[in-house]
């Protein structure tokens, strides 16, 4: 069992560059959850999907951020045009559903916009 | 908004116990726990889903007072490995997307 497969662990882009990031879940995991996280602060939650649907966006920037959990492959992190306030730890987490089941987190990526 | 957690910080010697809290301003219908080492992902330890509920994990164990929209998670006997950041989270929205607490950071020192 694989875990929660993040990639790529560090990415650096300059500003004006576009930083996608990439989530495969726990097999069996269909629902997946984005958070960001600043240096020594806590977990901001972005975005909830499961297969083909966004479930809930509310803290998702409305501009230049976008996600995905297509049918096929991997969830995505889409990040248009970053500025230096983009730099955070990007964690993506899955779970099987439901009030009885706990999250598994990936390891992160670390966005740093020079 | 987000559920508050107190302490903030904490400093143990091995040994010693602690009581980390998770107070909400909403309803609570169920709580998570995770532990967060420095520059790792955050762990899950345990959930709660009734009020008056108590679980335990090793010498980590919580309890959860519906009424009062807390949490706490106790720590018995800790060991260096222990040491980390602590978060409770729980199902604010009405949909399965956890808000996490404002985060105890936990050190133990031998």
């Known amino acids: 069992n694989a875990g929660v497969m993040q990639n790529p662990r560090h990415l650096v882009r300059r500003r004006g560059q576009e930083a996608r990031l990439r989530c495969s879940p726990m097999k069996g995991h269909s629902h997946v959850y984005w958070y960001r996280q600043l240096p020594e602060e806590g977990l901001k939650f972005m975005v909830y999907?499961?297969?083909?649907?966004?479930?809930?966006e509310s803290g998702m920037p409305k501009e230049r951020f976008s996600a995905e959990f297509p049918k096929e492959g991997p969830s995505i992190l889409r990040i248009q045009q970053v500025v230096r306030g983009d730099s955070a730890a990007y964690f993506c987490a899955s779970s099987r559903g439901g009030e009885n089941y706990g999250y598994t987190f990936g390891s992160g990526t670390r966005l740093t916009v020079v | 908004q987000q559920p508050v957690q107190s302490p903030q910080a904490v400093i143990l010697r091995e040994g010693e116990d602690a009581v980390i809290n998770c107070s909400s301003s909403k309803a609570l219908y169920s709580v998570h726990w995770y532990r967060q080492k420095h520059g790792e992902a955050p762990v899950f330890l345990m959930i709660l889903l009734k009020g008056g509920e108590q679980k335990g994990h090793e010498k980590i164990s919580a309890s959860f007072n519906e009424k009062k929209q807390q949490s706490s998670l106790y720590l018995t006997a800790s060991q260096l490995s222990y040491s980390g950041t602590y978060f409770c989270?729980?199902?604010?929205?009405?949909?399965?997307?956890?808000?996490f607490g404002t985060g105890t950071r936990l050190t133990i020192i031998p």
């Open positions: 989270g729980t199902p604010w929205a009405g949909n399965e997307k956890l808000t």
């Open positions: 999907l499961q297969k083909e649907n966004i479930i809930d």
